[in-house]
């Protein structure tokens, strides 16, 4: 095996925690939700637009946050959410372009 091709691989391992966040279509829902939304919205808010318990869409926070897709903004007594995809999106734009690398190499 190549060294590219371990490269690779490992990107994949580091990817699949992000690949995870977006595969469950509420954590979906809210980055569409996000994304329209450029100053944040909070808990409630986001609730009320894609019809999930406020518990349900707090897990779903965490877990966006924890995996960089999110921050939250502190405003008043309430915590907003904004979308922060940056970091995420370039490992996965890094790992596509590898990828298209190693396949152009064994065509």
Not at 74 to 80: A, D, L, P, S
Not at 90 to 99: F, N, R, S
Request: one cysteine or more; proline letters at 3%; charged letters at 20%.
């Amino acid at each position: 095996m190549s060294k590219q091709t371990e490269h690779v691989l490992q990107q994949f391992k580091e990817c699949i925690p992000l690949l995870d966040v977006l595969t469950d279509e509420n954590r979906q829902a809210i980055i569409i939700l996000l994304a329209q939304h450029k100053s944040g919205l909070n808990v409630n808010t986001i609730s009320d637009h894609i019809n999930l318990s406020r518990p349900a869409v707090s897990h779903h926070l965490k877990v966006l946050k924890q995996s960089g897709f999110i921050n939250s903004e502190k405003k008043g007594v309430e915590n907003y959410y904004v979308l922060t995809v940056r970091v995420p999106l370039e490992k996965l734009k890094t790992l596509i372009a590898d990828v298209e690398v190693v396949c152009s190499k064994s065509q």
